[in-house]
């Protein structure tokens, strides 16, 4: 949609203080979490490229999955650093449409890559017989390319619907970034159908993957539960519950930030739980994974001399 069907052609994003030592606060921390997230991911990413044996689908899916953390934070953070760094919060209408578009896109990806990641842990436990014909390479990379599509379509209907608004009375948007709830508080047309829309679509699709994703895991608890060996069931576990872990913070953070009742709304809930989910998964899922994870510990202490070789 062109700007020039609304009188409002830029916005204003709202920093999370006006004071300059709370500003030079939020520019060193929001670096410093940035960086934090760009390397930890990186490091999954090439760590998997360069090892043949984690060549696998868990980790195909893996690497998607820190592909999108990357592109998700540096949807919103660089340019609340930038708010802080210049005490400039305009973003131009263009700007403020890509933003909605891609932040849709990778909240998506985030979910529909952890859901791929449960049916292939389902898979790996439950028919491991199975596995490498149900898994294969082909199957990989159909089910990453939906992902990514339905999406892709998601958010440009989201987009659309949300820059249909007529913004007249105000450009000032509560938030550090273009947020669609934050868009519609200050549009001056009718959102209820769009209210309506966003609260349905998000009650089925988050209740289906929700779904999905504990019946899955309700299969492979139970399939564990039966492995004679301890150290069996340890190594089942260890690579379970680190993807159990990183549903349970997006999901909880998302449908906070989404789907609390108007009571609980404020200006700071509103930035903190936005934090919360844009910024908090990408800067803990490598964390949570590497952690639980030998063989990606053991890859990453590769990397220096895997470089190396690589250079000489």
Known sequence: MSPNTSSVTEFLLMGFSDEHSMQVLHFVMFLFIYLIAIMGNLI???????????????????????????????????????ISGTNNGLISFAGCVAQVFLVIIFTG????????????RYVAICHPLQYSLIMNRDACIRMTAASWISNLVHAALQTS?????????????QQYFC?????????????????VLIFALGMILDSFIAGFIFVSYGYIFSAV????????????????????????????TAVFSYMRPKSLSSPTVDLVSA???????????PIIYSLRNKDIQAAVWKIPKQLKNLLT
């Open 179 to 195: 947020d669609v709830p934050q868009l519609q508080k200050i549009s001056c047309s009718d959102t209820r159908v769009n209210q």
């Open 275 to 285: 934090v919360l989910y844009t910024v908090l998964p990408p800067v803990l899922n």
């Open 44 to 82: 999954i990413i090439i760590a998997v490229a360069l090892n043949n044996n984690l060549h696998t689908p868990m980790y195909f899916f893996l690497v998607n999955l820190s592909l999108s953390d990357i592109c998700f934070i540096s949807t919103t953070v660089p340019k609340s650093i930038a």
């Open 109 to 120: 990806s985030e979910l529909t890559l952890l859901t791929v990641m449960a049916y292939d």
């Open 161 to 173: 619907m949300t820059f249909k608004l007529n913004f007249c009375d105000s450009n000032v948007i």
């Open 225 to 252: 539960l039966k492995i004679q060996s301890v150290q069996g069931r340890h190594k089942a576990f260890s690579t379970c519950t680190p993807h159990l872990t990183v549903f349970s913070l997006f999901m909880v």
